[in-house]
């Protein structure tokens, strides 16, 4: 077949990129096709205010760090996606914005077969990434909402002001819930969180931050065949925040600041929402989960004899104010509530509705592969949590994946083309 690219990288957020980035220093004959502009995902499933979890330290690509100035801080959204900009201006990646990908498909040559639009192209390889995080998860129970109420998700949500007048409901207490819900607060709206059970973790214990911690103690490392429980894989990413300076955010700092705490959605009658009677067990599970992670810090400091800061109080965790019977409340009347939206922080998932390749995803619709490496000769994921480790899914992680993808592709896929040329 003519006019076969050696390589298509789908996506150009930051596993793309690095991707990218790699297969330009090898001299890889390559395109990115991203669907909309560079970082896509990041510029519009992003609120306003949404500022990045991580320090800047582990924000970097392969062969550009990101704000090295400023390495302990906290950027927001748009500081990254003008990085990844910069990023792909600095080592000229042949992306191509503003084209989504309809289909994929595995011709019986071996070649894999892209749409565009009206474009096909060939490619000898394919990397996906577009991540795992691009389609938010609203459950089938908010169709049942009456029409008066606006619906939202954390991938739609953008300001407070963007909203109707009224109180909000925020269905999920995992990062992105709590986030929007201190969004919210500041904005000065009355705000009703449905908690969810989801452990949280300090932003800094003992004089350090949590992700150094995460680092020193080689918990980013920790790979999944070494996981006790193999669904430790797909639980929620525990609360924490980067926004103002970066704090530690639980669900009495939430009560704290005004919001009304309730029990888990269990389901939904028009204005009528219908209640778990569990926030106390939520609460005790975040809180739990905080406290075993600082007892194994205290452990792995005496072990390796370091010199760290005395345990100081968290201003993030006050103790829980008079719930005033919230925690008993088995049904919330959003009507009496004053309450005009309903913001569903209840996850993402991927589409892969436009992969036509067989035997690449199991029954439950996730990718089947082996570090990235799936068993569709050329096919490869980049870019998603627990890819191969647990920092796959931070820009930390990515470089590596990146480089164990890129090198696998010039071995297996591009070796035979050149010895027969």
């Known amino acids: 077949m003519d006019d076969v690219t050696d390589v298509v990288v789908v996506g150009a957020g930051q596993g793309g990129l690095a991707v990218s980035y790699l297969l330009t220093q090898s001299g890889v004959h390559h395109v ?11 510029r ?14 582990a924000n970097g690509l392969p062969g550009l760090e990101f704000h090295p100035e400023a390495a302990d801080a906290f950027s927001h959204r748009d500081h990254l996606t003008s ?34 639009g009206r474009d096909t192209l060939h490619a000898r390889a394919v990397v996906l990434a577009t991540g795992s995080m691009n389609r938010p998860r609203v459950p089938s129970m908010a169709r049942g909402l009456s ?46 969180v449905c908690a969810s059970r989801i452990g949280r973790i300090p932003r800094v214990y003992r004089g350090r931050d949590i992700v150094v911690w995460f680092r020193d103690m080689g918990l980013l490392e920790v790979r999944v065949d070494e996981l006790e429980d193999p669904a430790m894989q797909f639980a929620a990413q525990p609360q924490v925040s980067g926004t103002n300076g970066g704090h530690t955010v639980s669900l009495q700092s939430l009560a704290r600041d005004g919001a009304t705490l309730l029990g888990r959605v269990q389901d939904v009658d028009g204005h009528i929402l219908k209640l778990g009677v569990d926030l106390r067990e939520s609460i005790d599970f975040a809180d739990d989960k905080s406290q075993s992670f600082k007892a194994a810090i205290d452990a792995f400091i005496d ?12 201003p993030g965790e006050p ?47 996730q990718p089947r592969h082996q570090a990235g490496i799936t ?16 920092k796959s899914g931070l820009l930390y992680g990515v470089s590596e994946d990146a480089a164990r993808i890129v090198q696998h592709i010039e071995k297996r896929v591009l070796v035979p083309k050149v010895g027969g040329s």
């Open 375 to 390: 068993e569709s000769h050329g096919l490869y994921f980049v870019g998603f949590p627990w890819l191969s480790k647990r």
């Open 32 to 42: 990115v096709l991203e669907r909309g502009e560079i970082g896509e995902s990041w």
């Open 83 to 116: 990085f990844f900009e910069r990023y792909a201006r600095s080592f000229d990646l042949p992306v191509r914005q503003r084209a989504p990908v309809t289909s994929l498909e595995k011709l019986s040559t071996g070649v894999y077969e892209l749409q565009i």
């Open 303 to 314: 072990r390796e004899g370091i010199q760290a800061k005395a345990a100081e109080p968290d």
């Open 147 to 192: 029409d008066d109420i606006i619906t939202m998700s954390a991938g739609t949500y953008r300001n407070a002001a963007a909203l109707p007048d009224g109180a909000v409901v925020v269905v999920g207490s995992g990062q992105s819930g709590c986030q929007i819900a201190e969004d919210l607060l500041d904005a000065g709206r009355r705000v009703y």
């Open 319 to 365: 103790a829980l104010p008079d719930l005033q019977g919230s925690d008993r409340l088995d049904t919330l009347d959003l009507r009496r509530a004053g309450v005009v939206s309903v913001i569903w922080c209840t996850g993402f998932d991927a589409d892969w509705s436009w992969v036509k390749v067989d035997d690449v995803f199991d029954k439950r619709g």
């Open 44 to 57: 519009s499933q992003r609120w306003d205010s949404f500022y990045l979890n991580t320090p800047n330290w």
